[in-house]
């Protein structure tokens, strides 16, 4: 009978539970006080094999508890992401549900055919108009929660114009795939933006703070298969933009990157609450451009 000599309790249970999985013969003995596993000397090779397969596997795992990086110690204000949320609501009071017969709203949708001939406001405007009060209220909500936590590790100015690139880049990707004609509104490319943007920081913010793929993966998985989760079950219902939700969520794992690499603690206050200002500007001229696309009656 061939003696394995475990260095400790843990590792004891680690290798039965490899033996076991492996399928080799070996019984748990208490010897002199300390807990030793007996294999036949027929698969000691094997059983050796296999707990040092293990060992190299497993060689840096688990990971060392995480440190967030000093600019992530002290979260900026989160409150421009319930500014953006308030917004949809103002928007939605003020020019009502989307209507494709009102020529205003009409030239705010975003209609694929016409941002490939060249106007690009829609792109913008076309966050801010909604079908219907549920419609809005699903956005809101989404935006209110998405964007909070985004706003939180990146700042209120870069946290919005992150999330309204997402949702803009979105639309211009529609545009340029589609299959053909298509018009879409709604704040939804944006909130799925804001969910990649939450994914893809998770991922990358472990790998900078552990170093190793691994670990990353290990603490990544979970947020971006909640994410993946998230838009399966409220990106495709029916009537919902399908293509939009994804190539939001899709620029937003990307163009996180510089920024959860890098952090953004360095960026002071003054231009935080510039970029607020910049994001206001661009929904205001983006809307002033659809405004004076539509011809005055004689």
């Not at 030239?107 to 792109?123: F, K, L, P, S």
């Not at 690139?165 to 529609?174: A, C, D, E, K, Y």
């Amino acid at each position: 009978m061939y003696v394995i000599e475990p260095p400790e309790d843990a590792k004891t249970l680690e290798w039965l539970a490899t033996l076991g999985a492996d399928r080799l013969p070996h019984r748990l003995v208490l010897r002199e006080g300390r807990w030793v596993i007996h294999v036949p000397e027929s698969s000691a090779e094997s059983a050796m094999q296999a707990i040092e397969a293990f060992e190299r596997e497993n060689l840096h795992w688990p990971p060392s508890p995480l440190h967030a990086p000093a600019d992530e110690q002290a979260p900026y204000d989160s409150w421009s992401a319930y500014g953006a949320a308030f917004f949809l609501l103002v928007a939605f009071t003020w020019m009502g549900p989307y209507d494709s017969h009102a020529v205003f709203l009409r030239a705010g949708a975003a209609d694929a055919q016409a941002i490939v001939a060249g106007e690009t406001w829609r792109m913008v405007t076309a966050l801010s108009l909604h079908a219907d009060l549920p419609h809005l209220l699903g956005n809101v909500i989404a935006l209110a929660l998405l964007g909070t936590p985004v706003c939180r590790f990146l700042g209120g100015g870069v946290g919005l114009v992150m999330i309204l690139s997402t949702g803009v880049v979105g639309n211009f990707l529609v545009a340029v795939s589609g299959p053909g004609p298509h018009i879409s509104v709604g704040a939804s490319t944006a909130t799925f933006g804001a969910l990649g943007l939450l994914c893809g920081h998770a991922a990358l913010s472990a790998y900078r703070q552990s170093r190793t793929w691994r670990s990353m993966w290990s603490r990544a998985w979970i947020p971006l298969g909640a994410g993946m989760a998230m838009m399966a079950f409220t990106g495709a219902a029916p009537g919902s933009d399908v293509l939009a939700h994804i190539y939001g969520f899709l620029v937003g794992l990307v163009i996180i990157l510089p920024p959860a690499w890098t952090g953004t603690r360095s960026v002071p206050d003054w231009m935080q609450r510039g970029l607020e200002l910049f994001v206001v500007f661009i929904l205001l001229f983006a809307w002033k451009a659809a405004f004076e696309s539509v011809p005055l009656p004689l």
